[in-house]
């Protein structure tokens, strides 16, 4: 063997699928873009890579270490795979100008890079499904997205007893952060501390704090924080008193509660002012989706950016949206048992197709197979040199088919024997007809 | 606006997908993917990147100036974006070991990359459908895989008279080379040369083929190699005399011929010992499928590649498949006019719902686009404010709707009024029913 061995092994933090892997992963796309297209979202997707300052221009150059960026050799630009799809789509949106429909629905899922170090439920490669919306202004845009992120979850099995939707509003945010001394210069640092408070240690959380000018009382208030999440039932207006924010700054969440009741989702959902998103392009409501116990980073996350697809140079025009990874997803739903079968996800032959006679029935199985994916069908047959039924029939079931084609004696007089597996029937049916019968029988 | 306009483009070589790009896009990786399935192949992926050094073992250092490759921020390996998938397939093969079963029939269809300039027909980005046989020696395997190919093109419109598929023999094609006064040492070369004449000047090919060693009428019969390709209705092995190499040497070819006709596509094909692939790896039967009139690059190609596995580490273990890329084929397609209209590819709503109602009936558009969605159906709206039912269905046929669900006067009996824009009919049905009235008259 040439070369040292880890070359022969996937990079660290990426993965090889494998067919039952890959099931899995087709199971969660199949979802994802099932939830799209039913809500009205066409798909689209950009470059893989992009030029290195459509991340830094917004970001700033503190980004590239988290970016796999690189340079064409003899080349004279610097491109990074996309960590996010944002960018890309404020660039495309822009890119259309005054030609940009309004409102425009997009989604996308394709794979995002970060160079940062592996850990449970963060790779360095990972597939993402994201969400826009581009021209609705008010909170019914916010409530549309956090139901097709919904949909998907409950097509997938997760129910309101296993997901909750922590919502919070940027605004909101900043309010109750003024309200315990933390002054204008500070208040990115401090959302941000907010944002990371579940992955620090309390005492280096109190010192940042500290840092920030909190007093010890502040500090305490700062880290309770979001700890007992209220009910999103509860009319945000109400929570005035107790957050000591003005009635006038919940008023988007309370409208945001009636579109979400309106579209059924309220019980998944929560009021939690710890949210605030790291990325700094939010302007308004944010979001996140976490399992119910919190015991894993969040399945989802997202809110509004007004001024995104502006700031590439694009029309003024408002947007909101979310990211939804496959990493903690997968491990939530094997969490919870939800995918247990990977066979169970894999496409199913309708027909497997078997010799048990001499050599001109052997020959007729090619034949037959070719018939049979011309006119559409999965058709599998096995690599056994046997014509020992009981063996055949094993290797239909291990593939999950749902019929076998058996070739017997009755084929001199242009027959088939087909069993159903699922019905488990057996019926002789005329070569003519297979076709047919198996598209009756099989398809639901 | 930040930063040079440059990187508010997507990068040389690369595409933005939007909706009608993608639809077009996706139609031909569903071709692919439905062809793959029906055969019996399991969907796989690997990493989009991998160390550098899986693909400078095999191909040597030389490959480097045609990756992209790049290191982490502090890293200590080189990685680089999978310009082919083979190598991936190889290792992944590789590291099932004893595991792998025999025979194995996996495809894929990511992204690959190459960092050369781009031309028609070629791109930086580009997405590539994968078939790999593992394990079948003969030419049964060959012609597996060339007939899944062709049931992918046939499904996407193309027929015997718009490709061809010209198949050659890297024993056949060296013992030509070797009969023209080619050396072992310039073999490599010669086949290299080869494959690019219909890239190279009719000159630059002389002069190059003069530097290998040939004498001038040797040039001209080198030039004249495949110039006339042969039918595959004609037996390989009456083929012997004319190409003065043994019949031993098509035996191989005879019997890939008789697997070929035996799947319904020997139509399709054609013997021309002008294809060589540039790849290394192929150690016996290669083949390409071009456009009829030759004046596109090859669709696909691909061959049997007998020690790769092995070569990576895994048990030894012979393997065929292919590569087909989207640009060609989709030059290919739109020439033909068989993609014209990308929003007939496009995913259709089963209901359009519309309000020609006062307040209470516009409330109930969204409770409704809900429920349809909660039952699996795609269901859009308008984002016009108009009641004016003549604007509405005109925006209903704009996204290609099969029904308008009417919310009039009817409402408050409980019932809604739905338009079948396909079978040009209207019915007034009850609320309670409509899921059930859409799913029968809609879904084909």
Redesign the interface.
Known sequence: ???????????RG??????DE??V??HIEQAWR??S????F?????????????Y???SGPGI??E?????????E?D?A?RPEFTP?LA??A???GRGLP??TR?FSMP?H?R?ERPQRGRLR?FRQWNIDVIGIDGP?GDAETI?VAL?ALQALGLDASGIRVKISHRAVVSRLLTDLGVSPEHMADAQDLLDKRDRIETAAFAEKAAALGLADDAIERFAALGAEPVAASTDPSTLADQFDVPAEAMAELTELRH?LE???VLDFCEWDFSIVRGLAYYTGTVWEIHEASGSERAIAGGGRYDTLIE???GPSVSACGFGMGDVVLELVLRDRELISDAMAL??R?DAFVVSIGGDDTN?AV??LL??L??A??????T?KTTSNLGKLLKDAGKCNARHAVILGDELADGNVVVKDFDAGEQATVPLDDLIEHLADSGRQ
């Open positions: 063997m040439a070369g040292s061995s880890h070359a022969f092994q996937a990079p990426t993965r090889d699928f494998h067919p890959m099931a992963r087709l099932t939830a297209i039913n809500h009205g066409d798909e689209i997707e950009g470059p893989t890579f992009e030029h290195l300052e459509l830094t221009s917004k590239v270490s970016l796999f960026s690189f340079r064409r050799s003899g080349g630009t491109f795979l890309t660039r495309m822009a890119a259309l309004v409102p997009w794979m890079y160079a490669e019914d139901a949909a579109e309106r579209r059924g700031s590439y140079g894999m496409p032959p020959h090619v034949p070719a018939k994916r011309g559409g069908l999965h058709a599998r047959t690599s």
